[in-house]
């Protein structure tokens, strides 16, 4: 089984981004947005409509009321784990208390997303419980920009 390159990453974000620039009206460039980040992993095999790729980063995440860009300070790290054109999934040490998050993926300048809470699921990690969350992608975010 063939492992998958950065750049399979990248094109998975950008079906997503050229898929959301045709209904949001959106920037759909993803070229420079994970730098050398991701790591090297087997692809999953499964019955999704898009395939997971791993996405072992450390990115941020903000939780969203849905209206208002979320101030700076309100972003955390979080340790991500895959990614589809469709999805991704990320760890969280508590329980969220949001369906919705801002992403921020890449390098600076992030590239900001929209994600909408689709699971959560209890993992066991360094002996200590954290939440696993499935998210599906809504849009991208370009800031200062009315929706």
């Known amino acids: 089984m063939n492992k998958p390159s950065q750049l399979d ?7 997503f981004a ?3 620039s045709q209904t ?4 759909a460039s993803f070229e420079e947005l994970l ?6 992993v087997e692809v999953k095999r499964e019955r ?3 395939p997971r790729h791993p996405f072992n980063t450390l ?5 969203y009321d849905g209206e208002n860009m979320p101030p700076t300070a309100r972003f955390q790290h979080a340790k991500f784990q895959d990614i589809s054109s469709t999805g991704i999934s990320f ?4 329980k969220p208390t949001h369906a919705r998050f801002i992403l921020a993926i890449g390098i600076v300048p992030f590239r900001f997303f929209e994600a909408e809470l689709v699971h959560v699921r ?8 954290a939440y696993q969350l499935g998210c599906r992608l809504v849009r991208r975010i370009t800031p200062n920009k009315p929706r």
Request: proline residues 2%.
């Open 24 to 27: 949001l009206d959106v920037d």
């Open 122 to 129: 209890e993992v066991s990690i360094d002996g200590g419980v």
């Open 9 to 15: 990453c990248f094109e998975l974000l950008e079906e």
């Open 35 to 40: 730098g050398e980040d991701v790591d090297h």
């Open 18 to 20: 050229i898929e959301a």
């Open 91 to 94: 760890v969280l040490p508590n």
């Open 48 to 50: 999704r409509r898009s």
């Open 59 to 63: 990115q941020m995440y903000a939780e």
